[in-house]
């Protein structure tokens, strides 16, 4: 069977929750999860979508097209979050299908490019939970640009590095 993707219902608040827990050290809170899913899919809100099959939810996805600023002339759709199962599920090519259903939405808003900002410890390429490695499979770069103290993890303020994928010249499937 092949694994589907589709959008979250707010039904769908244990399932998002437990995919959240396995896959985040930090995972959202309820609340925040209920208001996701509420508004999931509505204009001008986040979009929640959760990929399935063998009749399993397997991995979720987050994004927002940000609305236009002043002076700025690009359409960003930022991600938010994207998890995978770990275990069985992972390096089966999950993630990427959650890519390019991001990607594909992307696209149909207009967006110009989806936005990334990856807590600095996930980027050594040594590390187990490294995420850079799939970011530039997934065909996202490293800006250069620094958030600095973008969170508070492990007891200590993390800058995050921010991965673009320019989509301009993409077409939507
Ligand atoms: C990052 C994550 C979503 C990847 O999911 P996945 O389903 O295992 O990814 P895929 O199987 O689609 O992998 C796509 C490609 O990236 C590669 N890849 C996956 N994880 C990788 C990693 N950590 N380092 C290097 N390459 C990686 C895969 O080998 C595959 O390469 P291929 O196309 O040449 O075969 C998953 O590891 C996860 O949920 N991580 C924890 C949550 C997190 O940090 N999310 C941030 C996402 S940006």
Redesign the pocket.
């Known amino acids: 069977m092949e694994p589907e993707v589709r959008l979250t219902r707010p039904t769908d608040i244990n399932t998002i929750r437990d995919l959240d827990i396995k896959?985040?050290d930090y995972p959202l809170e309820m609340d925040d999860w209920k208001e996701l899913l509420n508004n999931s899919g509505k204009e001008n809100k986040s979009r929640v979508v959760i990929v399935e099959g063998h009749r399993k939810s397997l991995?979720f996805g987050v994004w927002k097209m940000l609305p236009p600023e002043v002076g700025v002339n690009e359409q960003v759709c930022a991600l938010h979050r994207?998890?995978?199962k770990p275990g069985k599920y992972?390096?089966?090519?999950?993630?990427?299908?959650l890519i390019k259903t991001c990607e594909a939405h992307a696209i149909r808003m207009q967006a110009d490019l989806i936005r990334?900002v990856?807590p600095d410890f996930?980027c050594n390429k040594d590390d187990e939970d490294?995420?850079s490695?799939?970011?530039s499979?997934?065909e996202f770069y490293a800006t250069g640009v620094i958030v600095p103290s973008y969170k508070f993890m492990y007891g200590r303020w993390v800058d995050g590095f921010v991965f673009e994928k320019q989509l301009r010249g993409v077409s939507a499937c």
Do not use: M, N, P
């Open positions: 896959c985040y991995g994207l998890g995978v992972r390096g089966k090519g999950l993630g990427k299908l990334y990856a996930k490294d995420i490695g799939f970011l499979l997934v």
